[in-house]
């Protein structure tokens, strides 16, 4: 695991790696077709986490700015960042379709 998430410590791996299969199960959600709050909330749940992990990695990197292992690290926990902040953008907007057109057929 530390090759793929080079500069963190073994909990913070852990934490990327569950991270990672929240959003995998989060998506594969999504594909079924099941869009709901909870789903976003839980995918803001993922980001906040993701937030602070991208947070720690760049603090080390400042700390050490010429290491490439930690400068790796750093741009893995800003990529999975990206990608869960995306993903819950996207949901909030098939939410607000969603509720627009229950809204559109109540009227």
């Known amino acids: 695991m530390e090759a793929?998430?080079?500069g963190f410590q073994p909990e913070d791996r852990q934490r990327l790696v569950t991270l990672r299969?929240?959003?995998?199960?989060y998506r594969s959600e999504l594909s079924e077709g099941h869009v709901s709050p909870e789903l976003w909330s839980g995918v803001v749940e993922c980001g906040v986490e993701a937030t602070a992990l991208r947070k720690a990695a760049m603090?080390?990197?400042?700390?050490?700015?010429?290491?490439?292992h930690i400068r790796r690290g750093a741009g893995y926990a800003i990529r999975i960042e990206t990608d869960?902040?995306?993903f819950a953008n996207a949901i909030a907007g098939l939410c607000l379709k969603q509720s627009d057109a229950r809204r559109n057929r109540e009227a």
């Open 4 to 6: 793929e998430f080079p």
């Open 84 to 86: 869960i902040w995306s």
């Open 21 to 25: 299969e929240r959003l995998r199960g």
């Open 59 to 68: 603090a080390l990197l400042d700390r050490d700015p010429e290491s490439d």
